[in-house]
């Protein structure tokens, strides 16, 4: 038995629907612009040429239904609702069919994401960590299992703030599909078990303000809330 200096961090685990078990995150990534109206409304376009991606450490990741405070930094706090999925198997270099048997299952994610430290960023070349690697910034509902929810398709997704609809899209409009994700990011990752995707925001992405409620869903998913807190 090692001892440690000081206790080391818990395990973050998203519920899955019907099962006993929850899932371990390990990994956290993002895709970036994968929705045009949305890559258009933050001024470039989708990269056609393969999609990149930015990740979130697993100890920034909370359970839907949580209130966090208004974070620390920023005067412009975003909310980002998407698609994520979970890997369920070994995956590496993988062709569409492999890529798609790794899929274990989806759910409803928010994004949270400073958004002008994030443009801070992009204007000094710098990387987007203190935009998108906030405490408390990936926030995960319950998910489903890929046999339960059945092809990714026209389903809706949208959010609102304080009841009123800011996002409003369905998932047709991914520029590149989860199994293309897959398929890509597994060149550079020995993906498997515990790796969760982010897959990209639609269109109407803004401002949430302390003691508002953000809440979210996806067509045959569990829906997704956060209540923001008061500012720190
Ligand atoms: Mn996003």
């Given at each position: 038995m090692t001892?440690?200096?000081?206790?080391?961090a818990g395990v973050f685990?998203?519920?899955?629907?019907?099962?006993?078990?929850?899932?371990?995150?390990?990994?956290?990534?993002?895709?970036?612009?994968?929705?045009?109206?949305?890559?258009?409304?933050?001024?470039?376009?989708?990269?056609?040429e393969a999609p990149w991606y930015f990740t979130k450490s697993v100890v920034h990741a909370v359970a839907s239904g949580a209130e966090l405070p208004y974070p620390a930094g920023t005067d412009n706090y975003h909310h980002e609702m998407e698609l994520a999925f979970a890997i369920g198997a070994p995956v590496f270099r993988a062709d569409d069919k492999a890529a798609a048997a790794a899929i274990f299952a989806y759910g409803c994610a928010l994004d949270m994401t400073r958004r002008d430290r994030q443009q801070d960023g992009k204007d000094k070349?710098?990387?987007?960590?203190?935009?998108?690697?906030?405490?408390?910034?990936?926030?995960?509902?319950p998910m489903t299992r890929v046999a339960d929810f059945?092809?990714?398709?026209?389903?809706?997704?949208?959010?609102?703030?304080?009841?009123?609809?800011?996002?409003?899209?369905?998932?047709?409009?991914?520029v590149w599909s989860c199994v293309e994700v897959?398929?890509?990011?597994?060149?550079?990752?020995?993906?498997?078990?515990?790796?969760?995707?982010?897959?990209?925001?639609?269109?109407?992405?803004?401002?949430?303000?302390p003691g508002q409620v953000v809440t979210g869903g996806i067509d045959g998913l569990d829906p997704i809330e956060l209540r923001i807190g008061a500012a720190e």
């Open positions: 001892d440690y200096l000081f206790a080391p685990a998203i519920p899955v629907r019907g099962e006993a078990a929850a899932y371990p995150v390990r990994r956290i990534f993002c895709v970036g612009r994968n929705y045009a109206a949305h890559a258009a409304e933050m001024g470039g376009e989708v990269d056609r070349r710098r990387p987007w960590d203190l935009g998108k690697d906030v405490e408390g910034s990936a926030v995960f509902a059945g092809a990714v398709g026209g389903q809706r997704i949208h959010l609102e703030v304080d009841g009123e609809t800011r996002q409003d899209a369905t998932l047709h409009e991914l897959v398929a890509h990011l597994s060149r550079y990752y020995h993906l498997g078990p515990g790796d969760v995707v982010m897959t990209g925001t639609p269109a109407g992405v803004g401002p949430v303000l």
